[in-house]
């Protein structure tokens, strides 16, 4: 497995339909290390297959360079990096059987047959493939379309994986189970991955870290708990989770800590944007297991309960407030105070898992 570093990358398009220039990626700066499983994450458009497309060798960047292991691998196409791609779309060849798909990229590179024979055993079963050998693609489900393909790229031991929103034409069931199986492989093999994905439960459910993309730019590199609990704005807050915002105004910053004014009380937060100063406006984020219910007046807004949602081990409480609607997880709801729905009640909430953001 190799690190993949990303020097001051740039894509710009020439779109001579538009009659102007598309900024794909602006200077994006990150490290991948070996054997890290990292998510390019945000929304469609933001750059994120442009991206992995330059560190597969499929696109030029404008300025920058991409190193692979210790190589300046920028102008290098992809067949003389040691990256494999996987697409959405799978990209199997359709006359070949299941067998000679995964076998293909070690016959290119003259690997004696028992070898083969041996190897392509071995990955199918990684994949659970093995009965399906001599079948057509054609006669193969989406889940199993794609384990081909992820075991044809596998099987070439490529010091970097890259996978471009694999599992998105899967559906929602076999997509949690691909995730689950996509990292026992990659941490089975230890293989440098780069992942793809607009999905912010994917992204936080396989990644190692998460690299946070907003209109070309990166804007926050992080564990996934990094990125859930202190998102550097409200941009990656909203994104990367259900969230609430109360609007506030910091009163004084002390010790580290934030005096925020929200609704008239005064809170101590030790999460806070360092771009906030005395005096700014700012927004209080607050994730739906922070929040908390009580009697209308107690708690920072008033409102009234929408939707109540049982979920087993939690149960979601849609509330109208005055600052919008807000979602409440209680976690354990047996024998806790359950506002029904049509009920008044107050949202407020703990000043220990809340950040203080820019607005
Ligand atoms: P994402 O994968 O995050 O959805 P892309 O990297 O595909 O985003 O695209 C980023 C931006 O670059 C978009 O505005 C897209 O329209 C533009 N773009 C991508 N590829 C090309 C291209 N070959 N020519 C012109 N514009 C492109
Ligand atoms: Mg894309």
Redesign the pocket.
């Known amino acids: 497995s190799k690190r993949v570093a990303l020097e001051g990358v740039a894509k710009v ?1 020439k ?1 001579p339909t538009a009659g102007r220039n ?1 900024t ?1 990626v602006k200077d994006s700066d990150f490290v991948i290390e070996p054997g890290e499983l990292v998510t390019l994450l ?1 929304p ?7 991206t992995l497309r330059m560190i597969g060798g499929f696109e030029v960047p404008t300025r920058g360079r991409i190193f692979i292991g210790s190589d300046d691998v920028t102008y290098l196409p992809p067949n003389q990096r040691d990256t494999a791609m996987v697409f959405q779309s799978y990209g199997l060849f359709p006359h070949m059987n299941v067998f000679d798909n995964v076998a293909y990229g070690l016959k290119l590179r003259k690997v004696p047959s028992q070898d083969i024979e041996k190897k392509v055993t071995e990955f199918l079963r990684m994949v659970g493939l093995e009965e399906l050998a001599k079948r057509p693609p054609s006669r193969l489900s989406g889940g199993q379309q794609q384990r081909v393909a992820l075991a044809r790229s596998l099987i070439v031991e490529p010091g970097v994986l890259l996978l471009d929103e694999p599992l998105s034409n899967l559906d929602a069931l076999l997509r949690e189970q691909m995730r689950v199986e996509i990292r026992r492989i990659q941490k089975s093999l230890n293989i440098t991955a780069v992942y ?1 994905t607009h999905d912010r439960v994917e992204a936080m459910s396989l990644s190692d870290r998460v690299i946070v993309m907003d209109r070309g730019e990166v804007v926050q590199i992080g564990t996934p708990s990094q990125i859930y609990c202190d998102p550097v704005s409200s941009f990656v807050a909203g994104f990367v989770g259900k969230v609430a915002f109360f609007p506030g105004k910091v009163v004084e910053i002390m010790e580290g800590r934030h005096r925020v004014l929200v609704k008239g009380m005064e809170y101590s937060l030790s999460l806070a944007s360092p771009e906030l100063k005395e005096g700014d406006q700012c927004n209080v984020m607050c994730r739906p297991e922070s929040l908390v219910m009580d009697e209308p007046g107690k708690g920072v807004t008033d409102g009234k309960v929408i939707t109540n949602v049982y979920l087993g081990h939690s149960l979601e409480s849609y509330v109208d407030t005055d600052l919008g609607e807000m979602l409440v997880q209680i976690d354990n709801p047996g024998g806790k105070r359950i506002y029904a729905e049509g009920e008044p009640v107050s949202v407020g909430f703990n000043p220990d898992c809340a950040k203080a953001l820019p607005l």
């Open positions: 398009f779109d598309v794909a945000g469609s458009g933001c750059g994120k297959t442009t793809v």
